[in-house]
């Protein structure tokens, strides 16, 4: 089955700077590849997401890159703020019996410091 | 517009005791999943149904059952519970269909077996 790998676990910056998520999916048919973050207490939020056909998806201070050879996707934070402290989870969907199924990346803990 | 609306949100429970975990979502949507979230390990998929009438298992089903009652409601039961079953649970709801859409969460219900 799918399986989807995130890194790194905790990643620390200074407000300002970008910060980077790095994610890797094993099933090459995977097609759609949504972000989600998620503030302390509170529910996962849709971020951004990309499909398989586009390479690259970008949203105010929020990329996406796709590298559908490698299986490897990517966010990208740009001017980063406090506000941007949450758990980020990457999620890669395949078909399984003809239907899709989400499946969900381990989390990422981002910490912006002023 | 209430989305996706999960019951309880905290429950505690005694190591053999059963319970159902209620989730309704008003989004007609035909796809409804199943997650836990324990630290460390994301959101790992329990149970999906890609539509009405149909559940399949996901990553981490045992101990699990589930009931797709209608469109809009798909419940989740923990026949005999067990202090490994602690955890915090998200239903989520998506449109569905072979091309990946977003999924929307639940408030969660956060699960203590003692």
């Known amino acids: 089955g799918e399986n989807v790998e995130q890194h790194p676990s905790t990643l620390s910056v200074q407000e300002g700077d970008s910060a980077v998520i790095k994610c890797t999916y094993s099933d090459s048919a995977s097609n759609y590849f949504p972000w989600y973050k998620q503030e302390l207490g509170k529910r996962p939020q849709l971020i951004i997401d990309i499909r398989s056909n586009v390479g690259e998806k970008k949203d105010q201070r929020i990329a996406v890159t796709l590298n559908k050879t490698a299986k490897h996707f990517s966010l990208h934070i740009t001017e980063t703020q406090p506000e941007d402290s949450a758990v980020y989870f990457c999620a890669a969907s395949t078909l399984s019996g003809g239907y899709n199924k989400l499946i969900f990346g381990a989390g990422t803990r981002l910490a912006v410091h002023p | 517009n209430a989305g996706v609306t999960q019951t309880p949100k905290f429950q505690v429970l005694k190591t053999g005791q059963s319970m159902t975990l209620q989730c309704a979502q008003d989004?007609?949507?035909?796809?409804m999943y199943w997650y836990r979230q324990d630290p460390g390990m994301g959101l790992r998929l329990i149970y999906y149904?890609?539509?009405?009438?149909?559940?399949d298992k996901g990553e981490v089903p045992n101990g699990y059952n589930v009931s797709r009652l209608n469109k809009r409601e798909f419940s989740l039961r923990l026949e005999s519970a067990a202090p490994s079953q602690t955890s915090v649970y998200f239903c989520?709801?998506?449109?569905?269909?072979?091309?990946?859409?977003?999924?929307?969460f639940g408030q969660g219900t956060r699960l203590t077996v003692v």
């Open positions: 989520a709801s998506s449109e569905g269909g072979q091309g990946g859409t977003e999924a929307f």
């Open positions: 989004m007609n949507h035909n796809s």
């Open positions: 149904s890609a539509s009405e009438g149909t559940t």
